[in-house]
């Protein structure tokens, strides 16, 4: 059984959909595929903050039931476990949205000891196996490094878009409880990201082809669509992500996920027509 969480509302859904769709298409065997996502509504804070529906998450599912039959979708809607223990906390007016900071209640949320947690901005570009299977016995999690982070803050400081959780192991640490507990007390400079590194006590640090985010090489397995720098025609930053199918063509000039993107517009077209 391989297990994956993404977190998120509505707005997610385009990069669920085609990220998941990735993680099926790219299995070199069928294997058993449980999905989880966490939602919530938070419209105190925002009127646009309400949780992803039954409908979007069935719509995915029935996706990928075509490639992978023993496929279950499971939507948790967790505003109640957010209020109790996140509730105005430092973060929550952060640069990035709350729902970031869903995956920190993952151990409150009855998950299975193994967990691979993944942005919604990730496409498998090879067996999400290659990755899932890697030992992580005695580890709270495995991540790569940031990319930009490794040369600006530290050599080994990780990017938290791709995350093996080792939850048994997390559990008799507390990770989860120390990171809750910095995003409700001190505004950290990248909110989530900042508390699981800091409550960390013992991790693997894998090799950067589980989480490029600048690149696509030959033995890239995970391509995340973050934010980076372009020097052309002058330096700037964009924020590709792979539904952005146009922008994926013309300026990363990647074709590698086309099988993927292709019945991904179908689909969104059915979708729209019904």
Known sequence: MINVLYCGNGKVFDGVLTSALSIVKRMERPRPLRIYIFTMTLTRVNPNYTAMTKE???FIENALKKHNEDTVVALKDVTELYETH???NANEG???SPYTLLRLLADLADMPDKLLYLDADIMLNKD???LYDLDVEGDEYAAARD???KFLVSPNYINAGVLLFNMRKCRETGIFERARELIRTK???FA????IIRSTTKRKLISQRFNDQKYLHKNTVIRHFSKRLFWLPYPHTDNIKQWHVEK????FRYHEFDDILDEYIALKEKLENE
């Open 192 to 195: 989530d990201q900042s508390a």
């Open 128 to 130: 999400v196996s290659l």
């Open 147 to 149: 990319y930009y982070g």
């Open 56 to 58: 979007h998450a069935t």
């Open 187 to 189: 505004k950290l400079p």
């Open 248 to 251: 994926v063509h013309k300026k």
């Open 94 to 96: 952060c640069y990035c």
């Open 86 to 88: 996140l509730k105005e």
